[in-house]
């Protein structure tokens, strides 16, 4: 039987997506590639001392049932991954079996390197392995003390911008104003990892597609030239809708955003705090932040070690520093770029002129 693989490589960790068909393989590297910044390789064959983890996928009816009728037979626990979604766990012979309640997957854990995702040839679960990916990911980054934060980050004339702040407090729609208007490197939208590197502090972007509102859509000249004139993504389902949360991949957006390209790291010289105001009159109004309003707005965005929104659970990669730890580890560190970052909070309207917003910011560097 013909192996398939593919190599790619996130911030520096490997992870390698192995098939027995073509047709698998391909649906692989496509999807890899709406999330994956740097080139996917074919065939590259990395050191196993280099690889941060193998998947093995399989789209199978039979081997799929096999392993859930196994379910039936063993005692099993209820796990949870992610907010309302739990699987069925057993453990044989050292090795972990998981079945996700209500959709058509099995995980195999053979050990934190090692993982097989079977299918059942029926629905498209394609999306399984790079999901397996990003929860190793965030593990491994925390484990070296990077913490994982409800932001997005971007950079603009060589200067690194967090944009901070929890669910609806608009900062995909100023993201998205500043990249209509500008030249810009952007990391990733919604989440990002904070971490120090000798005396500097730095973000690394995390592989999630931009989740855009119908406002947000509508109000972007080219957003809505490229969802609803051109109708990208109207008839692939994965995408959602512009009602519910159009969900981009995130290799997409240099192409919607001409002047826009991509990138994994970039250091901490500005953090925004935004409030989006739909009934404001004003167009905006900015407040520089004393150090400890930077360090307590912080700790309220920050996923590490508790994701409070997403419910993110540890479920297949345990974190290998305790709750306690993690936590000191996270104060410490936003203690420490609170002291040296500047940081705003920025109150707006949608008639916002995003530009003047910058301007008024970026006078003080």
């Keep these: 039987m013909n192996n398939y693989s593919v190599t790619f490589s996130i911030c520096g960790y490997y992870f390698k997506i192995v098939t027995h068909e073509e047709r698998l393989m391909e649906a692989q590297k496509r999807h890899i590639r709406k999330f994956c910044i740097k080139e996917v390789e074919d065939n590259v064959e990395i050191g196993a001392e280099n690889i941060t983890a193998i998947i093995e996928y399989i789209e199978n009816y039979n081997a799929f049932y ?64 790079f999901r397996i990916v990003r929860e190793i990911f965030v593990r491994k980054q925390e484990e070296i003390g990077k913490i994982f934060m409800h932001g997005t980050a971007l950079e603009i004339d060589g200067k690194g911008i967090a944009i901070l702040g929890n669910k609806q407090s608009g900062k995909t729609t100023f ?48 957003l809505s030239k490229y969802v609803i004139e051109e109708k990208h993504y109207c008839e692939e389902k ?7 949360g159009l969900t981009v991949p995130l290799t997409d957006i240099p192409v919607i955003f001409d002047e826009v390209t ?24 900015i407040y520089r932040l004393t150090e400890m309003e930077t360090v307590t707005s ?20 345990f974190r290998k520093s305790c709750y306690c730890n993690l936590t000191r580890k996270a104060n410490s560190l936003i203690k420490e770029i609170a002291k040296v970052s500047i940081a705003y909070k920025i109150e707006y309207g949608k008639s916002v002129d995003i530009n003047s917003v910058l301007n008024d910011i970026l006078q003080y560097f």
């Design 238 to 244: 994965e995408f959602g809708n512009i009602y519910t």
């Design 298 to 317: 912080m700790l309220d965005t920050c996923f590490t070690p508790i994701d409070y929104e997403s419910k993110r659970k540890e479920w297949i990669y």
């Design 66 to 129: 096999l392993f859930k009728e196994e379910f039936n037979t063993y005692n099993t626990e209820i796990v949870q991954s992610f907010e309302g979604i739990f699987h069925l766990k057993y453990t044989e012979n050292k090795k972990e079996y998981f079945c996700q309640i209500g959709d058509e997957w099995v995980l195999v854990k053979n050990n934190d390197k090692s993982y097989v995702v079977i299918g059942n040839g029926i629905e498209d679960t394609t999306k399984y392995p």
């Design 262 to 285: 991509l990138k994994e790291t970039t250091n901490v010289d500005l953090i925004l705090f935004t409030k989006i105001n739909l009934n404001w009159n004003k167009k905006y109004e």
């Design 175 to 222: 993201f998205t104003k500043i990249i209509e208007q500008n030249c810009a490197e952007i990391l990733s939208n919604d989440r990002i990892f904070f971490y120090k590197d000798g005396k500097k502090f730095n973000m690394d972007y995390f592989p999630i597609p931009v989740v855009y509102r119908n406002g947000t859509i509508v109000n972007s000249r080219k």
